[in-house]
Nanobody, 124 residues
């Protein structure tokens, strides 16, 4: 069993930066792919970024590529999403998800464990 808890959301002005964190528990956390997803009001949940546990590769949605960085701290059982040059359209609830072996890395249904989310609001 793996548990994930997000933190670090908040209100930021357009152009600003924010780092959201995903704290994991459970011995197997370090062997899970961790993904960040977001869901804006009235919209479907969408992929933001992912960090597989075994390759060191990172994956980003086109909408955040070049503005966001996902990173892992294995010693702290944590994954971070650093977001820069934020835009009002980045406003959403951001979710951390853990997947043992996601077949499609940007597919929410391929992730097994989800946090409750953290709100990120970008004002114009």
């Amino acid at each position: 069993q793996v548990h994930v808890v997000e933190s670090g959301g908040g209100l930021v002005q357009a152009g600003g930066s924010l780092r959201v964190s995903c704290a994991g528990s459970g011995r197997a956390f370090s062997t899970y792919t961790i993904g960040w997803f977001r869901q804006a009001a009235g919209e479907e949940r969408e992929f933001v970024a992912a960090s597989p546990w075994d390759t060191g590769n990172t994956y980003y949605a086109d909408s955040v590529k070049g503005r966001s960085t996902i990173s892992r701290d294995t010693a702290k059982n944590a994954v971070y999403l650093q977001m820069n040059s934020l835009k009002p359209e980045d406003t959403a609830v951001y979710y951390c998800a853990a997947g043992r072996r996601p077949t499609v890395i940007d597919a929410p249904q391929d992730y097994d464990y989800w946090g409750q989310g953290t709100q990120v609001t970008v004002s114009s």
